[in-house]
Structure formats: C-alpha cells, structure tokens
C-alpha cells in the first residue's frame, strides 16, 4: 500500500515551546513539525517521528524556548526611514546640573558638523531632539534663530524623538509660506514670539503637517521608505523574533513602499496600518477615507483601521484635573490649565459612529485621563447604535487614566495597546512628569495591572522609533518589574526603584499574550498567526535560552536565535540574502 502521508520540511524537537492559544489559555509542546509554511503536528518528540522524511531538516531546541512570531501592536515602522536619511540628534540627556544653553549648545554642535559635510544638500532633516529637556524652563523650546546660528542658508527640520514636535530654521519657514500672518491650525501649535512671529516650533500633528506639507523634501521617497522599511525589518523586526507589526501612521509614499515591497516578494513581516483622522480637515475627510476602505487588503500590507489623536504630549496633554500649579506658573502660565483634546465630542460622536457603521476599527492616541474619557463617552454613544465589539476598537498610550474608565474600557471592549517599556522610573518620570502632574498622579502612571485585571484585552508595542530599541524582551521585563532596563542612558541612577504600586506589575503569561495572540486579535490575524496551532501560519522564534527559566531582571537580555515567517528562516539571513 502506498504511504500517501505528507512528510514535514521542518521538525523542532526537544524543547519548550511556549504559546498562549486563541482560548486565552498557555500551551506547551516538545516538539513541532512544519510544512507549506503552515503548523503541520504539536506535541513530544516522538510524536514527530512520523512526519520525519529524508528531506526534513531537523533542528534541536536543546531545550531552549519557542514562542509564536512575536507582533508590536504600535509603532512607526515606515519612519526608520529617519535613522538612515536624517542625522541623529539623540544622546543629549538630562543632566541636573546642565543648563537650556547647555543643551542648545550640544544640539547646535550637532547640526553645525552635519551641515559642514553636506553644504550642497537641498534640505536638512535630523530626528531625536528631546522636548522635554525644555518644557520646564520659563524660555520654553528652541528657536529657529538657535539653527540660523549655525546653518542658516540650507532648509532644516528637526524631528523631536517623540514625533510631536518639529524645530526647524527661518529658511525652512521661508521656503514653506509660513511667517506671522499664518494662522495656527486647529488643535495644532505654531509657537510665536512677542510680536507673532513663529519662533520655529511646530507641535502636534495639524502644525508639523502644515509645514511638512508645504516645504520642498520634506517627506521621503517611496524608494527612501522602502529602504527603512527593509532597514527596520532585517536589523530590528526579525531580528527580535517579531514577524507581526501596527504601523501606526503612515503616509502616502509609505504605503505605496509597503505596497511595493510586498509585490516584491520582500516583506518578512505582515503589515497593518491605519488611516489618519485629521482634526484641521473638514468632515468630508471621513467619507473619502472610508471611499477606500477596501484600497489596501492583503495578506502583507492591509489597512482597516482609522487613527486619531485625542491629546497630544506635555502641554497638549487633555487632563481631568489641572497640571501642578507651582509648574504652570513658572512657565509661565495660569492655575486651572487642563490641556485640550483635538476633538469636539460632537465630532468623536458623528465620525466614530461613522467609521464603525462602515466595519472599519478605530485607533486612538490617547495619553492622559480627559482624553481617555472623551474617547469612551463617544464610544458609548455608538455602542446606542451597534454592536462595539465587532470591530476592535483600540486605545494606545494609557499613560493616565482614571479608575472608573478603565471599569469602562472592560465593558465596551476596548483593547488597550499599552508600551510596557514606558513604564519605568526615570528623570522624564521623577523630575519633569513630577513637576507637570504631581507626584501623586505619576504614581498611578502606566496602570496595566488594573487595566488587565478590569478584564480589557492588552496588546504590547514599542512605539518605535519614539522607543529604540523595540525589543519586546525589554517590553517582557519591563511589564513585570516596572524597573528600568540597559540600555538606557540614566539605568545606573534608576536601577531598581520600581514605578507605581505593585498591582501594576502583570506576569510573564500576560506579556507573552500581549505580544502574541492579543496583538494578532487586533489586527484581526487570531485564525493566521499569533499561536503555536495547527494550521496556522509557521511564524515562530527560537530564543537563545528557557524563557520561564531565566530571571525576569534578566529577560531583556534575551536574544532570537532564529526567526521563521511562514516557514521560512528570515533572521539570521544568509550571506546571499544581506541587504
């Protein structure tokens, strides 16, 4: 009789391989056999034997843990783009005895050496200056006059790390249209100076945008992204097991990469991303966005997602109660100040009900507790009309939010998309979040023991490249200790003292859920990948020790051995495959 039975290109043995299942509950096998890019078998050693042929390639875990493709549920894998084409203004760090002049001065050393070796460049564009160096000072932020100083006849744009604000020089604004005269855009700051005149910070996304859109270069290529696409995937992607991501905003030209690159036969990763809800645009904006709903659905790249901003960062925060008093006066400013949303209710309202109507998720940035809440009350307002759940809506960030709203999240459905490496005591914590919100607040920052005990589904991400490096084993550690990790620049000041109350700390299956099968659920991929089960998608990562053997102080310094993608090796690549 002929043995019509498939053999398996791939047979993994004698090892843990570690899943959380679409049940929600944890799952161990020995071994596992591969085949078509598909789980063929789960189970011991001896139960593979059968599918053993003379072409399977046979790996031994030597007990060494497996777990599924690991995913980031938000981050800004096209803008790694930055890493390669702009100039790197990162590792200028808080230092209590540095003053603002001491910090423009390090800043304006950086541009002057760029600039030197490249004066035939059209534009200038760096990334990573910090914000939140100044936010404090009664000078505010950098000026375009501190950029003039030192480049004064090539356009510059300066990207901040956490993509809120934009620094740029008077050449920039000249070539841009944009000088007293020019209205801010709703919910977006152009900062001005004692007669009007912009100083050269843009904040918030309606005021970068504004700029960007109208200077010459500013954003990148198609080619440029594909190349930071590629970048982000080989040297960070799969090279930390991930094999899932949410992009979160992406544009245009973005898309079109990710497009490419799939045709290509490229991508190593699946790809979901998101439109963007623009607040300075009319209500028009919705209907175009949901004309092209169905523009972007494959397995590689999809979009089925609508992102808004309700807050923004520091100053364009939406409080329930006020920032410090003693902060705000000497910054300047009055006693009472909540911050603002971008939004109107009656706008969250109408265009929440809109997009949900048309079975399209919604993805919310949402920083602080009044944003939170404005976001619920328009989701129970939809929740009048349809069934919520069905369509998965998402808030990120979570960095405040109160007790009864996360009661609330539980009760609609709502996952939340948190960024455990957030979590940690450091100077922007202890010093500056201190100083803004009061230190009883910053206690209760980052609340994700509650939000998981509440009964919401949580999703873990990086933020990347707001958070470098996106490593989900730092995210791991750092969810369960809420300490500080390397390497960050400020862990010998910080190492040990933990964040907040213990009940925030979650366990070790809670993070591997996050990164696994919850991520997969947000992205609507719970039947492809996320889990080790059969028939799913063969996307896993072999990591260089036992997992729940090693020390959760210690987690972050695992490392992926190998990553496959639909049964395929993507990490480490071969020599011929290098990009």
């Known amino acids: 009789m002929i043995n019509t039975k498939k053999t398996a290109e791939l047979v993994l043995k004698n090892g843990q391989l570690y899943s959380i299942d679409e049940a929600r509950c944890k799952k161990e096998y020995q071994a596992m056999a591969v085949c078509g890019g598909q789980i063929l078998s789960l189970g011991l050693d001896e139960e593979m034997e059968s599918w053993i042929g003379p072409d399977t390639k046979i790996i031994d875990l030597e007990g060494k843990t497996v777990l599924p493709g690991l995913a980031d549920s938000h981050l800004h894998a096209s803008m790694t783009t930055e890493l390669i084409f702009d100039f790197d203004l990162r590792g200028v760090d808080f230092a209590p005895d540095k003053t603002r002049d001491d910090y423009i001065k390090e800043y304006q050393e950086k541009i002057r050496a760029y600039a030197e070796n490249h004066k035939d460049s059209a534009i200038i564009r760096g990334a990573g200056w910090n914000p939140t160096l100044f936010v404090s000072d009664p000078m505010g932020q950098p000026m375009a006059a501190d950029i003039d100083a030192v480049c004064p006849d090539i356009p510059v744009i300066l990207r901040s790390f956490d993509h809120h604000y934009l620094w740029v020089n008077s050449k920039a604004m000249e070539l841009a249209g944009i000088n007293r005269d020019t209205p801010s855009p709703r919910n977006g700051v152009i900062e001005r100076g004692p007669i009007?005149?912009?100083?050269?910070?843009?904040?918030?996304?309606?005021?970068?945008?504004?700029?960007?859109?109208?200077?010459?270069?500013?954003?990148?290529s198609v080619e440029e992204y594909k190349a930071g696409i590629e970048y982000y995937q080989d040297k960070f992607g799969n090279s930390y097991g991930t094999t899932l991501i949410f992009d979160a905003y992406c544009s245009e030209n973005a898309r079109k990469a990710y497009q490419e690159l799939e045709e290509e036969g490229r991508l190593n990763l699946r790809v979901r991303s998101s439109f963007y809800a623009d607040p300075s645009l009319p209500a028009s904006q919705i209907d175009e966005i949901l004309a092209d709903k169905d523009k972007y659905r494959t397995d590689g790249f999809a979009i089925q997602t609508v992102k808004f901003f309700i807050d923004g960062s520091g100053l364009t925060?939406?409080?329930?109660?006020?920032?410090?008093?003693?902060?705000?006066?000497?910054?300047?400013?009055?006693?009472?100040?909540?911050?603002?949303s971008q939004w109107s209710q009656e706008e969250l309202n109408e265009y929440f009900l809109k997009i949900d109507s048309a079975g399209l998720q919604i993805h919310l940035h949402c920083m602080t507790d009044g944003a939170v809440r404005m976001a619920l009350d328009a989701f129970e307002y939809v929740a009048k009309f349809n069934d919520l759940k069905e369509n998965r809506h998402t808030i990120t960030h979570l960095m405040l939010v109160d007790e009864a709203d996360i009661r609330r999240m539980a009760q609609l459905g709502i996952i939340a998309a948190i960024q455990p490496m957030w979590a940690i005591a450091d100077s922007m914590s202890e010093e500056t979040g201190a100083a803004m919100l009061g230190a009883e607040r910053i206690h209760r920052t980052y609340p994700f023991g509650s939000i998981k005990n509440a009964g919401c589904r949580i999703t873990c991400g990086t933020d990347f490249p707001v958070t470098i490096p996106p490593s989900p084993f730092l995210g791991i550690q750092t969810g369960i200790t809420r300490t500080i990790t390397p390497p960050h620049p400020e862990y010998e000041h910080y190492k040990g003292v933990s964040l907040g109350a213990e009940q925030e700390k979650v366990g070790l299956n809670d993070m591997i859920e996050g990164y696994t099968i919850s991520s997969a659920?947000?992205?609507?991929?719970?039947?492809?990948?996320?889990?080790?089960?059969?028939?799913?998608?063969?996307?896993?990562?072999?990591?260089?020790?036992?997992?729940?053997?090693?020390?959760?102080?210690?987690?972050?310094?695992?490392?992926?051995?190998?990553?496959?993608?639909k049964g395929r090796e993507v990490y480490p690549l071969n020599e011929s495959e290098e990009r």
């Open 196 to 220: 009007g005149n912009p100083t050269g910070i843009f904040q918030e996304t309606t005021a970068t945008d504004l700029l960007l859109r109208n200077l010459p270069g500013a954003d990148y």
């Open 521 to 565: 659920y947000q992205c609507f991929l719970e039947d492809v990948t996320g889990s080790l089960e059969i028939g799913k998608s063969a996307d896993f990562v072999i990591l260089d020790k036992r997992i729940t053997e090693t020390d959760p102080q210690a987690i972050g310094s695992l490392r992926a051995e190998k990553t496959f993608f």
């Open 317 to 340: 925060f939406f409080l329930n109660e006020p920032f410090e008093k003693d902060w705000l006066a000497s910054i300047g400013m009055e006693e009472g100040y909540l911050g603002y």
